[in-house]
């Protein structure tokens, strides 16, 4: 089955930037529907952004909207997370997470793949 790895999480500075990889192991993630979500302790998990099958499409929440991006690399077998403008509140365990029959809205999307998270925390 399929197996996801994010990196590139650690420790900045309110206003830094870091760029998140969720790196997939199956030649069929071409075709999955790729979304971020993050999990601070004591809170529920919040959604982050998503990306179509071909990238054609984005999607983020309201929270990350102008400060986050997310890309893929098909070739690669890689989604990506860049993050801009970090603030305090944006310190969370980062996860990716892959739904193979993804389409239309995200809001419709079921994950079967899950990530083991990296951790982001930023400073004040």
């Known amino acids: 089955q399929e197996q996801l790895v994010e990196s590139g999480g650690g420790l900045v500075q309110a206003g830094g930037s870091l760029r998140l990889s969720c790196a997939a192991s199956?030649?069929?993630?071409?075709?999955?529907?790729m979304s971020w979500f993050r999990q601070a302790p004591g809170k529920e998990r919040e959604f982050v952004a998503a990306?179509?099958?071909?990238?054609?499409?984005?999607w983020y929440g309201d929270s990350v909207k102008g400060r986050f991006t997310i890309s893929r690399d098909n070739a690669r077998k890689t989604v990506y997370l860049q993050m801009n403008s970090l603030k305090p509140e944006d310190t969370a365990a980062y996860y990716c997470?892959?739904?193979?029959?993804?389409?239309?809205?995200?809001?419709?999307?079921?994950?079967?793949?899950w990530g083991q998270g990296t951790q982001v925390t930023v400073s004040s």
């Open positions: 199956q030649r069929a993630f071409s075709n999955y529907a």
């Open positions: 990306i179509s099958w071909s990238g054609g499409s984005t």
């Open positions: 997470a892959a739904d193979p029959y993804g389409g239309g809205d995200p809001d419709t999307w079921q994950y079967d793949y």
